[in-house]
């Protein structure tokens, strides 16, 4: 099976970075990804990594070290529309499933 | 825009009504539909996987004779409650993979059973 693990919540001022963890544990790992979700939405597609290291979409950025089943999103520049729960989503054990992670709430303040 | 298009978005009816939810891919084929539930606060959870011309595969604790899935053509699946109760209320969200990419959602759909 799949264990995913992300911290729940955390509260970051307008024009901050914040750094999301995930940590994860499959077999047969084959990428993970990053979702935001407003609240009463569906999620929305981020960031995917299948390889080492970090990959770098404007202002959001996500990192990954297979060896040690840990990923991070990094938010820059925080802005107030960024209040959303951030979902971390690992593809693994042989098919093209999704296990996700119970979201980390970011809460953006002036 | 959106690649993967989910309807109704919001529904409510009476306990003891099926309801029908449509998740149709927008200019791209899927061979294979996700269909979620997410109760508030909490993640999301797989229901079950559609698979175009054969039979859907549940996950375990998910009565498949309650949630009735179709996936009759390459771009869409439908999923039926059947037979709504209360405890049947919740958000309910679709996903379409795109090849080896990421999957992407459909608006989803908040089904409210009174």
């Known amino acids: 099976g799949q264990n995913i693990d992300q911290p729940t919540e955390m509260t970051a001022t307008e024009g901050a970075i914040v750094q999301i963890n995930c940590t994860y544990q499959?077999?047969?790992?084959?990428?993970l990804f990053w979702y935001q979700q407003h609240a009463g939405e569906a999620p929305t597609f981020l960031s995917y990594n299948v390889l080492d290291g970090l990959e770098e979409k404007g202002r959001f950025s996500s990192f990954l070290s297979r060896s040690k089943g840990y990923s991070y999103l990094l938010l820059k520049e925080l802005q107030m529309k960024d209040s959303a729960s951030y979902l971390c989503?690992?593809?693994?054990?042989?098919?093209?499933?999704?296990?996700f992670g119970k979201g980390n709430q970011v809460v953006v303040i002036p | 825009g959106a690649v993967v298009s989910q309807h109704p978005s919001r529904v409510i009816c009476k306990s003891g009504t099926s309801v029908k939810i449509e998740c149709r891919s927008l200019d791209f084929q899927a061979t294979t539909m996700f269909w979620y539930r997410q109760f508030p606060k909490q993640s999301l959870m797989l229901m079950a996987t559609s698979n175009e011309g054969s039979k859907a595969t549940y996950e375990q604790g998910v009565e498949k004779d309650k949630f009735l899935i179709n996936h009759a053509s390459l771009t869409l699946s439908t999923l039926t409650v059947t037979s709504a109760h209360p405890e049947d209320s919740s958000f309910y969200i679709c996903s379409a993979p795109t090849g080896s990419g990421p999957q992407h959602f459909g608006d989803g759909t908040r089904l409210s059973i009174l």
């Open positions: 989503a690992v593809r693994g054990g042989g098919n093209n499933r999704l296990a």
């Open positions: 499959t077999s047969g790992f084959n990428g």
